[in-house]
């Protein structure tokens, strides 16, 4: 019995360790819709991982939509930058910052349950492999421009984004 005690106690010591190891902080959380009708917003946000392990971002959930995926955006060689779902999620190395932002990687809400309105704030919990769930408030800013709207050629047209190709049938995450 006391072995079996002593076991337990170094099984969890071992599991606290491994969590501890991966020391992520995240940054800068915004989100965007498109207007007061739409039925899909992202939240973009930086991810900085200071441990000494690599770790990745699996899964996300909020109560502002129905569903909540991590997409990116790909470029499908016709000048149209499609959405996708990235299965598998998102790689943080240990000792860097991933960026999640405007034409790249991000959060997607689909099924929004109320307009994102300027200056809201909501919270969003972000799932990681190794430091399990860390919630962020995320505040909807609407008038926020990134580097990505300035010059020729750079970012992303939304003009000629395909939100049609998104499949919206492989959410995985858990609760």
């Known amino acids: ?29 915004y989100a965007r819709s498109s207007g007061p009708m739409a039925m899909a917003g992202a939240a973009f946000l930086h991810i900085a991982n200071s441990g000494p392990e690599d770790d990745r971002l699996i899964a996300a959930r909020a109560d502002v939509a129905k569903r909540v995926e991590l997409h990116t955006h790909i470029d499908a060689g016709d000048g149209v930058m499609k959405m996708r779902e990235v299965e598998g999620g998102f790689p943080v190395a240990a000792g860097s910052v991933h960026m999640l932002k405007r034409g790249g990687d991000h959060v997607m809400f689909m099924g929004l349950t109320g307009p994102f309105e300027q200056g809201m704030t909501f919270p969003l919990v972000l799932v990681f492999e190794k430091a399990g769930e860390i919630t962020v408030d995320v505040t909807v800013d609407l008038e926020r421009q990134d580097a990505m709207d300035h010059g020729a050629g750079q970012g992303m047209d939304h003009g000629k984004m395909d939100h049609g190709s998104m499949d919206h049938g492989k959410m995985t995450h858990t609760e």
């Open 1 to 29: 019995m006391l072995m079996r005690s002593i076991a337990l106690a170094g099984l969890s010591t071992l599991a606290f360790t491994t969590a501890a190891l991966a020391e992520i902080e995240v940054h800068d959380a």
